[in-house]
């Protein structure tokens, strides 16, 4: 998932960035609130993460643009402030959850999961292609269930590509769900990725499920 972190203190902003990171994750942050309206003007995020008390520009007037924008971005406000006017104001202009300070890494890495399955309108946290199964919970994959061993970025393409079956997805359309704005674009990175991603799928014994649609991109493709 691409996400956008919008935190004022450096110390949380930065933790938040790198957890998030290690587990695959693609994460821009910034700590100024015009700047942040900037990324979210200039890229699509799954997933906002939003303080509200910011210089520049304060949170809850990016949330009030963001919906007006009628942007799909998941929003989950984290604020210092824990009356429930305030919460209630927040949920009222539009964001989807809220967490107060201080929080465990853990406790908001589950209210992430919880709203990347929202975004995605999934009613169960798996995906299933045939015999190709992904728990999004847990950001693991099967097949005729035994554990693929995937890296982070291969597990999130892989699950990128189920979620979008049927359609072809550029390369460009894939670096930007999987890397952040400050990294250097490289299409042969995903190229490399698509080739682990069917060699691994080969040796559990699946059937070639991705395919490449020359000049357009990829797609993975199976039975529902």
């Not at 009222?92 to 809220?98: E, K, M, S, T, V």
Request: net charge neutral; glycine share 8%; proline share 5%.
């Amino acid at each position: 998932m691409r996400i956008l972190i919008i935190e004022d203190y450096p110390p949380l902003r930065n933790s938040l960035a790198k957890g998030l990171r290690e587990i695959g994750h693609a994460v821009d942050a910034t700590g100024d609130g015009e700047e942040g309206k900037w990324f979210l003007e200039e890229f699509d995020f799954d997933i906002l993460v939003l303080d509200l008390m910011l210089p520049g520009m304060d949170g809850l007037s990016i949330l009030k643009w963001l919906r007006r924008a009628k942007r799909p971005t998941r929003v989950l406000i984290l604020t210092a402030k824990d009356t429930v006017e305030d919460k209630v104001r927040g949920l009222d202009l539009g964001a989807d959850d809220y967490l107060v300070k201080p929080f465990a890494f853990a406790e908001l890495l589950a209210r992430i999961n919880v709203l990347a399955r929202r975004q995605n309108a999934l009613d169960e946290p798996t995906l299933q292609l045939g015999e190709l199964n992904i728990d999004t919970s847990n950001r693991l994959a099967r097949w005729a269930g035994n554990p693929l061993a995937l890296t982070p970025k291969e597990y999130y393409l892989l699950e990128l590509l189920v979620r979008r079956r049927g359609r072809i997805l550029s390369r460009d359309q894939i670096w930007n769900s999987l890397y952040d704005a400050n990294a250097e674009s490289n299409s042969n990175v995903i190229d490399v990725f698509i080739r682990s991603l069917r060699r691994k799928l080969e040796m559990a014994g699946a059937p070639p499920l991705i395919k490449t649609r020359r000049g357009f991109g990829y797609t993975i493709e199976g039975p529902s």
